[in-house]
């Protein structure tokens, strides 16, 4: 991955909406109480609602990494390095190209497969924490090259942060990666294809509109102002967030004058980084490296999935052997192999390991490695984020809006859920996705469903069909 600038043109921030490895499990209600009074929405309540809670999620404790201040490739790099020809890493946070993205966690996951194959004898012990699609993929490389292989899981189920839900809904809803993310090295479509899985190209031309639900368009000033400080940040000697590259480039320096419409060019630029910077990493711009950020391509080319992103499991988890609902939290290893301890207080041994968990996972501290791990592994853990991007899934009886756009979004205020995404257009279902992101995220998954609901359900009035007079 190279140093440069990013979000130029129309880069999109959905691209790493196509989650590595996993998504959260079926949300655990917090016990932090609700208001005890909420302000009734406009919006009608929904049938079905399903949400997504990143960041209390033990098993995930975030969505995705990110390149945050200060952290380079090299780390993931070297997070992806083997420890003593025992212990290997894989997960979208090791990958070279496309972290965050399926793409990069199964490229992840095959090269560890490698890794293991170029100096583990035939038919050694390979266990691999975390059936994801980096852990799935590797250990089904391995199993056709003849190793013995247990796959580990603390979920329920396989999949990680995949996790497609059909029940309740007129079609499989994806509660994590819902888009594809083309390149010039990306075959996944191709394979969702030959699937069953139905994929549709998705126009990123958004309508945009007030908080008081007037339609405008787009201005660029947002888009150049990000632009411009970028440019201005690859010119420096270190490394700054791209807030500090806004304000020292002067990019900032917008007017907070209102136009007619009641918006500001400084509003344009909130909305970029709402819709853009917050979605495309999951963190605030004082919290990302102005150096350093996933690829994206143009709108154009990506897909959103109907049908099943977890089938692509499906077929490579086929005969492994696996044991979920288990929760490793210790890793120990020697010269003569590799011994595990469960949340159980059980011990499994192996000849070699490859650890999968999300880099959230690695971070919080929830494996005990012993001996600790080498000084890079410990830096690329601590230097590299976690984002945090939340979804909200909302099905409703009946339409409650007019507009026949695709994608929904909120100019003019720092809305929880800037970014809408219409399903009817797509499906012929008035169903709705709406996502919130980096600090917004984070103070919402403190609220109860409840709670939760009604935030987004706010969220959603300027979207309100105007009555007929």
Not at 46 to 51: A, F, H, I, M
Not at 53 to 71: I, K, L
Not at 163 to 187: C, K, L, M, Q, Y
Request: glycine share 8%; net charge negative.
């Amino acid at each position: 991955m190279k140093r440069r600038t990013f979000l130029l043109g129309t880069a999109s921030g959905f691209s790493v909406l196509a989650l590595a490895a996993c998504v959260a499990p079926a949300p655990v209600p917090t016990t932090s109480p609700s208001p005890t009074t909420l302000t009734p929405s406009l919006v009608p309540q929904p049938l079905t609602v399903s949400r997504t809670n990143w960041s209390t999620d033990p098993f995930s404790r975030g969505s995705f990494s990110y390149a945050a201040v200060g952290a380079t490739p090299e780390h993931r790099a070297a997070l992806g390095q083997a420890v003593d020809a025992r212990v290997f890493f894989a997960g979208e946070a090791t990958a070279a190209d496309e972290p965050g993205t399926v793409q990069g966690a199964r490229a992840s996951g095959l090269l560890a497969a490698s890794q293991v194959r170029d100096i583990a004898a035939p038919g050694e012990r390979i266990t691999i924490v975390g059936a994801g699609i980096a852990g799935i993929t590797a250990a089904r490389e391995l199993v056709n090259d003849g190793f013995n292989v247990v796959v580990i899981e603390a979920r329920d189920r396989i999949g990680g942060r995949i996790d497609t839900v059909s029940a309740d809904w007129p079609f499989p809803i994806e509660r994590g990666p819902s888009f594809v993310h083309n390149t010039a090295d990306s075959f996944l479509d191709d394979e969702l294809t030959a699937l069953g899985v139905k994929l549709l190209p998705f126009v990123r031309t958004p309508e945009v509109r007030t908080r008081a639900g007037e339609v405008v368009e787009v201005s660029p000033l947002g888009t150049q102002a990000v632009a411009g400080a970028l440019s201005w940040a690859a010119n420096q000697q270190q490394d700054v967030s791209v807030e500090r590259a806004l304000v020292d480039s002067g990019e900032a320096s917008l007017s907070k004058t209102p136009n007619a419409e009641g918006l500001s060019d400084a509003d344009w630029l909130e909305y970029e980084i709402a819709t853009k910077l917050k979605v495309e990493t999951g963190a605030t711009p004082s919290q990302q490296s102005a150096w350093y950020t996933t690829d994206s391509a143009s709108a154009d080319d990506d897909q959103i999935v109907l049908g099943g992103y977890s089938t692509l499991l499906a077929g490579d988890a086929e005969g492994l052997e696996l044991l979920l609902s288990s929760v490793v939290n210790r890793v120990a290893h020697d010269d003569d192999g590799v011994s595990l301890r469960l949340g159980t207080g059980e011990s499994l041994s192996a000849d070699r390991v490859i650890v999968t968990v999300p880099l959230g996972v690695l971070k919080d501290a929830a494996i005990e490695f012993s001996p600790a791990l080498p000084f890079a592994h410990r830096g690329a853990i601590g230097a590299l984020g976690m984002g945090v991007v939340d979804k909200i899934w909302l099905r409703f009886d009946a339409p409650f809006w007019e507009t026949s756009a695709r994608l929904w979004t909120i100019v003019g205020e720092d809305a929880d859920f800037p970014v809408w995404i219409n399903m009817m257009p797509l499906t012929g279902e008035p169903v709705l996705m709406g996502l919130i992101a980096a600090e917004n995220a984070t103070r919402l998954s403190e609220l109860d469903d409840e709670a939760f609901l009604a935030a987004a359900l706010t969220a959603l009035e300027p979207f309100l069909a105007v009555p007929d007079q």
